[in-house]
């Protein structure tokens, strides 16, 4: 049976509810759904778009960091988008941060996220060898 390794970045706010920011198992990654909230627990629903966008690619890279990986482990990102017709402003902010690394994407449109934030995202990452 493959171990379970339950991760809680040290660069992020602790979980707010009866999860873990991310769970190593089988050579994977499962990182939990990141929110527009800053290490000190600020939800941004207040900022621009591209501000939360940002604060949620910075969770996603601390906790990737917390687990040995990087961007380019990414195999898989889930989006969550309140608004579908920020979806084209999404999209450039995601390849400028991602560059040439692709990994499989969905986008859903969802009706409202916690604290009234604009998106959350979830990703698998893969370990390194």
């Known amino acids: 049976m493959t171990e379970l390794v339950l991760i809680n970045s040290t660069s992020g706010q602790p979980p707010a509810g009866h999860y873990s920011h991310a769970v190593c198992a089988g050579g994977m990654v499962y990182l939990s759904g990141q929110l527009p909230v800053t290490a000190q627990g600020v939800a941004l629903s207040q900022q ?13 890279e ?7 990986c990087n961007l380019t482990s990414l ?6 988008l309140c ?15 991602l560059g040439p690394h692709k990994p499989a994407r969905c986008v859903v ?14 990703a698998v990452a893969m370990l390194p060898a």
């Open 48 to 60: 621009p778009f591209d501000f939360q966008v940002r604060q949620v690619f910075a969770n996603i």
């Open 83 to 97: 608004d579908i017709a920020l979806w084209p402003q999404f999209n450039v902010l995601y390849a400028e941060w």
């Open 109 to 122: 449109p969802v009706p409202t996220l916690h604290h009234d934030l604009a998106l959350e995202i979830e």
């Open 62 to 68: 601390g906790i990737l960091a917390d687990c040995h």
């Open 75 to 80: 195999v898989q990102v889930r989006v969550y």
